[in-house]
């Protein structure tokens, strides 16, 4: 003993010992204690030694077993600081075998193969003064070979039930070292934190433990083999079996908590596999499920395989911790109030950095609000798929608000677009439903449906920004069948075959347009009480449609366009996007190949009846038109307003430069009782219109504009407008002319003539500033009673001191005329007066000037003969009667500024050209001497 004490380096001692040859030689040790410096001490009950009886005959001593009873040994680990615990927070195994070498060595050099044996033994380990684990009832068997050492161990502890520990040494050339360790009804949350305490430089503890958080393991076996004690902790070295109960399991990647675990599992290679597998995660639950997963690495191997019953009110933040692109992760947020209970399978896969999810349901009930579907949700179903993107139902039956559906199948994909299909044996669908799908795929508001109705064997097909597509049977009820095909996509539309059908109607309707090719086809008789059965619509038809016509028109190629059949139709509205709409109270029209003809054709637009007829033909020039358009009254702004309309609401749809790409030509021949225009008002107006495809020209032949005759043409193309008209009138009452071309109060009595030419071309302001022309008025022996700029000029001279009241007033009196002559002419936008002669027994007035037909501006000179006012000048003056004598008294002013309130100026006699001078001489057939009206003081 002392020599052992000596080569391991402890203290022993003990109070007695017996030596006995009876059964056997053998000595016994009673109360016997070591202590290995302060960390490591115990007693023992007893130490029997048995040694080989050959060898003590020649004085050597060989021993052959060792027993020892009762020992109680504590094993102080030393406490690390707070700065070695962040640093490593583990015992390395390294370390503990430097610490067993010296005790290992002398007992394998002097003792060849021994046997010691432990019975009722005790071990305690502590960390500081806090005890870790603590073993009872040890019993243990080591064996000391020549070839090797091995150890068996069984005991109980404080943290399982039962322990069985089994390894071995080598000590030949390339030394092994095998480790078996058994244990039996371990408790996880008890365990934990010892072993990561004690893993030392085994990296697999802490991997295993980061996973397994808590629960009862009924049996678990450890296997390590390695060539040193520090090869036991590598990952690739040890191999861990066992199963749990009530566990508490932690998946990384997922970051899956899930409790009451129940399974069977290995540790190989660094590799976790579980089956079995039980679970709980909230109040779902797995069962037959398969595990793999990797301990080591960011990117580590990861597959589950399970059985799922779901709550599926927990799903939608799972889903998002599993399943994290950006598109499927919004997709989940439109969810709300999701409620319902689920079974299928879950697979998860690839690795705990790259996750998978595949997800297959056999049996289903959900409730929830999908914020791209107005409507609560609920579905009860058979068969749901999750994968990728995608998620595809099959034979569903539920409820989307107040519509019910059964036998539903459809997938939903949000790869790219957004993409909803779905197909349904039947569905009663709601009025709200009804609007909602009807916005979907775009239907215009008069084709709505009017609800209740069923669906049967139907197909809608959605696909955010792509296509729009539904296919499927309805029934109204108490109305007719109806089957439809339905496309729709940014570049076409097309409506393969409306069917409906009753006791009143079987009609069938096509409709398609692509780019610049429209088709169109209708066969079979259409009532309007079937109409009023199906669309919710105010207007469509309110009277009938028969016939079997179909047209294909091709806008680029007119002659490969067809017609072919007739068609007949009373009182039909025709909705107008963004117009007014359009009713045919009566059409009849008649194809064949290459032509349609059309017999008049009753239109009511904008309150406007419109009759419309004639022909329309194929050829390789464009579509040939030829008809005649008749009506009692028609409005530019109406038209004006439509153009507008059609072109988007930009307002060019008339002086913009849109393109008109039409290939339209032939004639349509106007016959209108009334066009207004603004203020204007031509009546009859009739011309004819020749269509061209870069627009078209207007050959006005009759046209009344308040009793002058407006004859002319009008070429109009998408960038450019021209006008080229020639008025006249002939001893016209000029009274009626005026106060129907003017807004303002006059009267002006006579008779006129008028003679004229008026040009322009270009766009907007730009047509105006290039007008040009000119004309010539005249008018006979009349009488002004109201003119508002004749008025101005006679009281701005009978203020003056001069006059002072002698001069006509026009309401009460008149101005009489003999003549009235303008003679002026059209430049640059502007009118200027060449000669004004208003020529009267009392009065007479000479002028020119220009007026701005843009800025609304006049600037005018006139001279004022007030010839009954003369003896009064002279009388007032005498020495006017000295300058005047045989001559003619004339007063100059000047009219400027705003056409509606112009300002009357006196100006100066020298301010008066020797060319108007000369018209009002050759005028009055005498001499005029012109004077200056002065204001001095107050006088004139």
Same mark, same amino acid.
């Not at 290459?594 to 419109?610: L, M, Q, R, S």
């Given at each position: ?13 003990y ?31 007893s ?23 009762g ?29 067993m070498?010296?005790?290992l ?28 684990f ?29 322990i ?16 078996e ?32 958080k ?6 678990i ?14 990952t690739?070295?040890?191999v ?17 908590d899930?409790?009451d675990v ?47 019953d779901?709550?599926?009110?927990q ?12 598109s ?6 439109l ?16 690795s ?7 997800v297959?349901?056999?049996e ?5 609000n ?23 139902v ?11 559906l ?17 197909e ?12 909602w799908?009807?916005k979907?795929i ?7 449906l ?17 296509k ?16 439809m ?19 009143k109607s ?19 008789q259409?009532?309007?009480k ?13 009277g ?23 068609l ?6 025709l ?10 109270e ?8 290459d032509?349609?003809?059309?017999e ?9 009846h ?21 009506t009692d ?8 307003k ?22 339209v ?25 020749s ?21 002319g ?38 008779n ?9 071309q ?5 047509l ?9 008025f ?21 203020v ?5 009241g002698h ?21 640059? /936008? +502007?009118?200027? $007066?060449? &000669?004004? @002669?208003?020529? =009267?027994?009392?009065?007479? !007035?000479?002028?020119h000037?220009?007026? %701005?037909?843009?800025d ?5 000179t ?12 002279? /009388? +007032?003056?005498? $020495?006017? &009667?000295? @300058?005047?004598? =045989?001559?003619?008294?004339? !007063? ?5 500024? %705003? ?5 009357i ?17 050759r ?17 004139s």
């Amino acid at each position: 003993l002392a020599d052992l004490s000596e080569k391991v380096g402890c203290e022993i001692r003990y109070q007695r010992a017996n030596l006995s040859f009876l059964p056997r030689p053998h000595m016994v040790i009673y109360q016997g204690s070591l202590s290995i410096s302060e960390n490591i001490s115990g007693i023992i009950n007893s130490l029997t030694v048995y040694p080989e009886i050959l060898p003590l005959l020649t004085g050597k001593l060989r021993i052959t077993s060792i027993l020892v009873e009762g020992p109680d040994f504590k094993v102080r680990l030393p406490k690390t600081s707070l700065k070695d615990q962040k640093r490593q927070k583990t015992i390395s195994l390294k370390a503990v075998e430097e610490k067993m070498a010296p005790f290992l060595a002398p007992l394998a050099m002097d003792v060849p193969s021994p046997i010691v044996s432990v019975e009722g033994g005790k071990l305690e380990l502590s960390e500081g003064n806090q005890m870790s684990f603590s073993f009872r009832d040890i019993q243990a068997d080591i064996k000391f070979r020549p070839d090797k050492l091995k150890i068996d161990i069984t005991c109980k502890s404080n943290i399982c039930d039962n322990i069985s520990f089994k390894g071995w040494l080598d000590p030949a050339a390339s030394p092994q070292i095998s480790l078996e360790l058994e244990g039996r009804e371990v408790d996880v949350s008890s365990i934990r934190e010892a072993a990561l305490t004690l893993a030392g430089d085994v990296p697999v503890t802490k991997d295993i433990f980061d996973i397994v958080k808590g629960g009862k393991v009924p049996l678990i076996t450890v296997n390590a083999k390695g060539n040193t004690i520090a090869d036991l902790g590598k990952t690739e070295n040890i191999v861990i079996k066992g199963s749990m109960v009530n566990g508490e399991i932690f998946i990384p990647g997922p970051d899956l908590d899930l409790d009451d675990v129940n399974g069977d599992a290995v540790i190989s290679k660094g590799i976790l596999e579980g089956k079995n597998l039980e679970a709980g995660l909230g109040n779902s639950r797995g069962h037959e499920g398969r595990l793999k997963l990797g301990l080591e690495g960011e990117n580590a191997p990861f597959n589950l395989d399970i059985l799922v019953d779901a709550d599926l009110a927990q799903l939608p933040p799972v889903l998002k911790r599993l399943i994290k692109t950006r598109s499927f992760a919004k997709e989940i947020g439109l969810i709300k109030d999701l409620k319902g209970k689920a079974t299928g399978r879950l697979v998860l896969g690839e690795s705990t950095a790259v996750s998978k999810t595949s997800v297959n349901v056999s049996e289903f009930h959900v409730s929830a609000n999908y914020q791209r579907i107005p409507f609560p949700l609920e579905i009860n179903g058979r068969h749901f798929s999750y994968e990728g993107t995608g998620i595809n139902v099959e034979n569903v039956s539920g409820k989307l608000g107040k519509s019910s559906l059964s036998k539903l199948s459809g997938r939903i994909n949000w790869k790219e677009q957004p993409y909803l299909e779905v197909e349904s044996g039947k569905a009663d669908i709601s009025l709200d439903a009804i609007r909602w799908l009807s916005k979907l795929i775009h239907m215009p508001p008069e084709l709505n449906l009017r609800s209740p109705f069923s669906i049967s064997q139907s197909k809608l097909v959605w696909e955010k920004g792509v296509k729009t597509a539904f296919k499927g049977n309805l029934v109204v009820q108490n109305g007719p069948n109806i089957s439809m095909d339905i496309y729709q996509n940014p570049e076409e539309l097309v409506i393969k075959d409306l069917l409906i059908r009753d006791e009143k109607s079987h009609a069938s309707f096509s409709f398609n347009l692509k780019n610049r090719e429209i088709g169109l086809g209708f066969s079979g008789q259409l009532a309007k009480k079937t109409v009023n059965e199906v669309f919710a619509g105010e207007y469509f038809i309110a009277g009938w449609i028969t016939g079997d016509f179909k047209a294909q028109i091709l806008m680029d190629q007119p002659l490969k366009s067809s017609a072919r059949g007739s068609l007949a139709a009373k009182n039909i509205m025709l909705p107008l996007k963004r117009m007014a709409p359009v009713k045919i109270e009566s059409i009849s029209l008649n194809a064949i190949d290459d032509k349609i003809h059309v017999e008049p054709t009753i239109i009511n637009w904008e309150n406007n009846h419109i009759t419309l007829g004639g022909d329309v033909s194929f050829s390789e020039k464009g579509f040939m038109i030829d008809m005649g358009l008749s009506t009692d009254d028609l409005t530019w702004d109406n038209i004006k307003k439509a153009l507008d309309k059609k072109d988007g609401g930009k307002g060019d749809g008339v002086h913009g430069k849109r393109s008109w790409g039409l290939p339209v030509k032939g004639t349509l021949r106007l016959n209108l009782k009334k066009f207004k225009y603004g203020k204007f008002i031509w009546s009859p107006l009739r011309a004819s219109i020749s269509l061209k495809p870069e627009g078209f020209d207007v050959e006005v032949t009759e046209a009344n504009l308040c009793g002058i005759s407006t004859p002319g043409v009008l070429k109009i193309t998408s960038s450019n407008l021209s006008l080229d008209f020639k008025p006249t009138a002939k001893n016209q009452e000029l009274n009626s002319t005026a106060l129907c071309l003017s807004d303002k109060e006059l009267q002006v009595m006579g008779n006129f003539d008028l003679k004229g030419e008026v040009k322009a071309q270009g766009m907007g302001k730009e047509l105006i500033s290039s007008l040009h022309g000119g004309f010539e008025f005249t008018a006979k022996g009349g009488r002004i009673y109201r003119y508002r700029l004749l008025s101005r000029i006679l009281d701005f001279l009978n203020v003056t001191e001069i006059f002072a009241g002698h001069l006509p007033n026009l309401e009460k009196e008149g101005l009489g005329y003999n003549s009235l002559l303008i003679t002026a002419k059209l430049q640059n /936008g +502007k009118l200027m $007066l060449k &000669k004004t @002669i208003l020529d =009267g027994p009392t009065m007479t !007035i000479t002028g020119h000037g220009d007026i %701005d037909l843009l800025d609304k501006k006049m600037d005018l000179t006139l001279l004022v003969a007030p010839l009954k006012a003369i003896d009064r000048i002279v /009388g +007032k003056i005498p $020495l006017i &009667k000295y @300058i005047t004598q =045989g001559t003619l008294v004339s !007063i100059p002013v000047r009219v400027k500024g %705003d056409l509606e309130d112009p300002k009357i100026i006196p100006i100066s006699p020298s301010a008066v050209g020797s060319e108007l001078l000369g018209i009002m001489e050759r005028t009055l057939t005498l001499p005029v001497h012109v004077i200056q009206l002065v204001r001095q003081r107050g006088r004139s």
